[in-house]
């Protein structure tokens, strides 16, 4: 059994790491409001050192365990250039936290190596297994396909084909000064590539089913390996709160402008309020300014199809960069009511990027319809046009959920019940006065 040896720890792995019952602990982001806890090891198997790897979120509100199915019989445990090391005869894992413009928000890599041919027989394919068990979340498996736009750039990463985005399952609230639960995703799980010493790479094949998440390497790469294969599977798990995907376009400028409406139906709040602001995850194809507006109708006025604004945030000239981040539309604390449902909406207007491309609102691809309710307008149409009031539109369905979401403070007039799913009641939440603190559901319907 693998056994953590503290007097043969460096200094460094003991300065970032809780270390107790053969696992090591610590905060990736410690902020209180978005805390993020990784678990190395099993705190509740505390005579050996496991292979496995917990991502807490909201203060294990979610969370997401996967353990490297092995056979190794007298493994060991050690760290080194900062890395936390299982290793084992034919197989190792690696443990360590990242960093980078690829992931600003930070990720943990689980890294596996194979040091040798796994396969008995040195035929076909080969899976890498890890068992999965989790509380809250689901997982939503990214299509295959990607796109260029005339600038050249892709929609997403090579990385994103195929991975997977996991998001809490149960409604999550944005209420002002509580938990940053943003559009509730919990993280990323990416595509390993895979690669061997020589520096011969292929891409790993993920698949979650029944409790089990697996990599598949192909038969092509592992006959001509060099061993050791480094990442054989090299599970990302980013602790990104946007989407992951480009596929939709706020505004663009081809020979005439073009301006998009985005916008998304969410289910009643759990109780009436006030509007605070409403928040978007934006990039442009090259820095720019641009004028965007932000607006919130009600979708049960004037009938299914004519939908009335109760409220209206526009930024002119707002500056968007080559890299993402969160853009907040201040709203003027209009009146919500827990009996309407509500649609967010963002529009562009004609973007002035150089090579003639636009403004990317971020989401993942799902398996349930969040984009509800949209509006592409044509070619040529004029921004001041597209903020009609109440507007009319054909009804376009997706299975996306973008990056975007509202926050409200609820009217003080006594606890709220907030129940699940099922409708069984799951808390009273009140501030420290008494008063109810509860805010309107996110752009993907969870609250």
């Known amino acids: 059994m693998a056994q953590i040896d503290q007097s043969k720890l460096p200094k460094e792995i003991k300065d970032k790491y809780q270390i107790a019952d053969n696992t090591f602990s610590f905060k990736p982001k410690d902020n209180p409001k978005d805390l993020v806890q990784v678990e190395l090891g099993d705190s509740k198997t505390p005579s050996e050192f496991l292979p496995q790897q917990k991502i807490q979120r909201w203060d ?4 997401v365990s996967l353990r490297l199915v092995h056979n190794e019989k007298i493994p060991i445990v050690m760290a080194e250039d900062g890395k936390i090391k299982f290793r084992g005869k034919n197989i190792e894992a690696h443990f360590y936290d990242i960093k980078n413009e690829e992931h600003p928000e930070g990720a943990s890599e689980f890294e596996i190596i194979l040091n040798k041919d796994p396969r008995p027989k040195k035929t076909g394919d080969y899976q890498v297994k890890f068992t999965l068990v989790d509380k809250g979340v689901e997982y939503f498996k990214q299509p295959m396909e990607r796109k260029q ?9 090579e ?6 985005a996991v998001y809490a399952k149960e409604k999550k609230i944005n209420w002002t000064g509580g938990k940053e639960y943003k559009c509730g995703k919990v993280g990323h799980i990416y595509r390993p590539r895979i690669e061997d010493s020589v520096g011969k790479g292929t891409w790993g094949t993920l698949n979650i089913a029944n409790g089990i998440l697996t990599v598949d390497i192909p038969r092509e790469f592992l006959d001509k390996a060099v061993y050791p294969v480094k990442h054989a599977a090299g599970l990302t798990f980013g602790y990104t709160s946007a989407g992951s995907r480009e596929d939709r376009y706020l505004a663009a400028k081809y020979s005439t402008a073009i301006n998009n409406r985005l916008s998304t139906l969410v289910s009643s709040p759990a109780s009436a309020g006030t509007l605070d602001s409403l928040s ?3 990039r442009a194809s090259t820095d720019t300014t641009t ?8 979708k049960d006025s004037g009938g299914s199809n004519s939908h009335g604004q109760i409220a209206f945030s526009e930024s002119t000239n707002l500056s968007i960069t080559t890299t993402v981040g969160w853009k907040v539309f201040n709203f003027a604390s209009e009146v919500i009511s827990s009996a309407t449902n ?7 207007n004609g973007a002035k990027c150089t090579d003639g491309y636009g403004v990317f609102l971020r989401s993942d691809s799902t398996s349930t319809i969040y984009y509800e309710e949209g509006f592409n307008q044509a070619q040529g149409k004029t921004y001041a046009n597209g903020k009609e009031d109440p507007w ?3 009804s376009v369905t997706d299975n996306i959920r973008f990056s975007i979401y509202a926050t409200y403070t609820a009217t003080a007039s006594g606890p709220a019940n907030l129940k699940s799913r099922s409708g ?6 009140k501030s420290m006065s008494g008063n109810l603190i509860a805010n309107i559901k996110s752009l993907s319907g969870n609250t």
Do not use: M, Q, R
């Open 60 to 63: 294990n509100e979610v969370n």
């Open 149 to 157: 736009y005339p600038n050249g750039h892709w929609s997403c990463d």
């Open 159 to 164: 990385n994103v084909l195929g991975s997977y």
């Open 280 to 282: 978007a995850y934006l």
């Open 291 to 298: 004028d965007v507006s932000a607006f919130v109708n009600s």
């Open 342 to 348: 509500y649609i967010l909406n963002l529009l562009g």
């Open 392 to 394: 009319t539109i054909s």
């Open 424 to 429: 069984n009641l799951k808390a009273n939440i």
